[in-house]
C-alpha cells in the first residue's frame, strides 16, 4: 500500500501556529505543513484571518493602515465573522476528509490580542472566541515564544510596509506576549511553548517532536 494511503487518517486534526508579530509563525507552519505533505498525509495550510473570499475581505479591513478610528470592538468582532466563515467553509470539510489542517493563528490570537493587549474584558472575548469557533478546538497549538526586542529588531530589518496590527507598538507587543504565555500555562495539555529565538531548523525539528510524540503514525 502507497504511504500516501498507508498513512491518511479517519478524522483530520487542526494544528495552530501562535506567537507574537514577527515571531516566525508563518515560516514555521510552511515547513511544518511541507513535513505533513512528506510524510504522506493530506494537510491544508491556512492564515486566519483569512483563506475565503469573505475572510480576505475581512482582513483587507483588518489591516488597513487608514483605519486607525477602528473600535476595538468592531475590531475583534471582524476578527470572529472572519474565523467563523473560514471554519466553517473550509476547515471543517478538510477535517471530514482527514486532512491535517495547519493554521497560522486561531482564536488564540484574539485572546492574545484583542483581550491583552487592547485590554478587553476578558470573559468578553472568550465569549466572542466561543462564537467564532463555531465548536471547533485546536488538538495542538504551537506557541512561538520570543522576547519582543528581539522580534522588534526584525521587523526593523523587513522592508515591507506594516500592517495596522503590527504598528501597535513594543508595549503592546509586551501585553501580547504575557497573555500568549499565560495562556499556555493554563492549557499545557493543548500549548507547547517553543523558544523563537533558535536557528529555524531547529525551531521546525523541535516542533515535529513534540508533533510526532503524540501522533507517532506520522514518524518517518
Ligand atoms: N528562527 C528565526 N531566526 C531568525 N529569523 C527568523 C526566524 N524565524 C523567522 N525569522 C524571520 O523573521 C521574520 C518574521 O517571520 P514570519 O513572517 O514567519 O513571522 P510571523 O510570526 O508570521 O510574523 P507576522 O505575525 O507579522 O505574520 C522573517 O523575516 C523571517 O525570515
Ligand atoms: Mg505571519
Same mark, same amino acid.
Given at each position: #500500500? ?24 508563518? !515560516? ?9 505533505? *512528506?510524510?504522506? =498525509?493530506?494537510?491544508?495550510? !491556512? ?17 488597513? =493602515? ?43 490570537? %484574539?485572546? +492574545? ?6 485590554? !478587553?474584558?476578558?470573559?468578553?472575548? %472568550?465569549? $466572542? =472566541? ?5 465548536? !471547533? +478546538?485546536?488538538? #495542538? ?23 495596522? #496590527?503590527? =504598528? ?15 495562556? $499556555? ?31 507517532? *503514525?506520522?514518524?518517518?
Amino acid at each position: #500500500m502507497p504511504a500516501a494511503v498507508k498513512k491518511q487518517r479517519a478524522s483530520g486534526l487542526l494544528i495552530t501556529f501562535e506567537g507574537i508579530d514577527f515571531s516566525g509563525k508563518s !515560516l514555521q507552519a510552511e515547513l511544518f505543513y511541507q513535513r505533513v505533505v *512528506e510524510s504522506g =498525509n493530506r494537510a491544508l495550510a !491556512l492564515r486566519d484571518p483569512g483563506a475565503t473570499s469573505i475572510s480576505e475581505k475581512i482582513r483587507a479591513i483588518l489591516l488597513d =493602515n487608514r483605519h486607525g478610528e477602528m473600535s476595538p470592538w468592531t475590531e475583534l468582532l471582524l476578527y470572529e465573522a472572519a474565523r467563523a466563515q473560514m471554519i466553517e467553509q473550509s476547515i471543517k470539510p478538510a477535517l471530514q476528509r482527514g486532512s491535517v489542517v495547519v493554521c497560522d493563528r486561531l482564536y488564540d490570537s %484574539t485572546t +492574545a490580542y484583542q483581550g491583552y493587549g487592547r485590554q !478587553l474584558d476578558l470573559t468578553l472575548v %472568550t465569549a $466572542a =472566541n466561543h462564537i467564532g469557533a463555531c465548536g !471547533l +478546538a485546536p488538538d #495542538m497549538t504551537l506557541l512561538i515564544d520570543l522576547p519582543v526586542p528581539i522580534a522588534a529588531e526584525r521587523k526593523k530589518q523587513l522592508k515591507r510596509k506594516k500592517d495596522r #496590527m503590527e =504598528n501597535a507598538g513594543d508595549d503592546f507587543q509586551q501585553r501580547v506576549r504575557g497573555g500568549y504565555l499565560k495562556l $499556555a500555562a493554563d492549557e499545557p495539555g493543548r500549548i507547547h511553548v517553543i523558544q523563537g529565538d533558535q536557528p529555524v531548523e531547529l525551531i521546525r525539528d523541535h516542533i515535529w517532536h513534540v508533533f510526532t510524540k503524540r501522533w507517532p *503514525e506520522f514518524r518517518d
